[in-house]
């Protein structure tokens, strides 16, 4: 199985702060990689698919970028919305899985 | 695009239980649809994904054996099943959807079904 990382595993901000998280495969993954956002109480919602495509009807303030086995989610200008958990999930081959996760909470 | 999942369930270890995603606003058929589990305050885990046309489907070698997937297309349903649960299965489980093939990102989930095992 593909293992994948996640840094921080945490991370307190401001709201208007730049903001990156970065995923880890252990194999080359090309760009079979999605981003997800989890709020408390509610399912997870797809954010960025294939590395750096941005999901219809997500912000722009959410880019991604990487390929192979390095990746990153970056948030430009962070909102109060975007206090979350945030996954990222490899689906080069099976079985799928996810990073631990990245949880934004307010500085 | 929706995906309504079954209520929450409270069952006793070594009962059975099939939670049910029904899906709606597109063809069922036409779209892999997969399972995954959350445990309380972890993370997510990706379970296995079924087919509708065929049934084809691909276990998680951690949930081989462990559960069951199935769908009845007739009612565009999918179910996650087990036959004999145990404390550990404790968890919320979603179904979602692939939005292209086999090896695909998922782009619409269920709302989550919180399954919870104790004696």
């Known amino acids: 199985a593909i293992w994948m990382t996640q840094s921080p595993s945490s991370l307190s901000a401001s709201t208007g702060d730049r903001v990156t998280i970065t995923c880890r495969a252990s194999?080359?993954?090309?760009?079979?990689l999605g981003w997800y956002q989890q709020k408390p109480g509610k399912a997870p919602e797809l954010l960025i698919y294939?590395?750096?495509t941005l999901q219809s009807g997500v912000p722009s303030r959410f880019s991604g970028s990487g390929s192979g086995t390095d990746f990153t989610l970056t948030i430009s200008c962070l909102q109060s919305e975007d206090f979350a958990t945030y996954y990222c999930?490899?689906?080069?081959?099976?079985?799928?899985?996810f990073g631990p996760g990245t949880k934004v909470d307010i500085k | 695009v929706q995906l309504v999942q079954s209520g929450a369930e409270v069952k006793k270890p070594g009962e059975s239980l099939k939670i049910s995603c029904k899906a709606s606003?597109?063809?069922?058929?036409?779209?892999?649809i997969g399972w995954v589990r959350q445990m309380p305050g972890k993370g997510l885990e990706w379970m296995g994904i079924?087919?509708?046309?065929?049934?084809?489907?691909t276990y998680s070698p951690s949930f081989q054996g462990q559960v069951t997937i199935s769908v009845d297309k007739s009612i565009s349903t999918a179910y996650l099943q087990w036959r004999s649960l145990k404390a550990s299965d404790t968890a919320m489980y979603y179904c979602?959807?692939?939005?292209?093939?086999?090896?695909?990102?998922?782009?619409?989930w269920g709302q989550g079904t919180l399954v919870t095992v104790s004696s």
């Open positions: 979602a959807r692939l939005a292209t093939s086999s090896t695909s990102w998922s782009d619409s």
């Open positions: 606003g597109y063809t069922f058929t036409n779209y892999w």
């Open positions: 079924i087919y509708p046309l065929d049934s084809d489907i």
């Open positions: 194999q080359d993954i090309s760009s079979y």
């Open positions: 294939a590395a750096s």
């Open positions: 999930q490899q689906y080069y081959s099976y079985p799928f899985t």
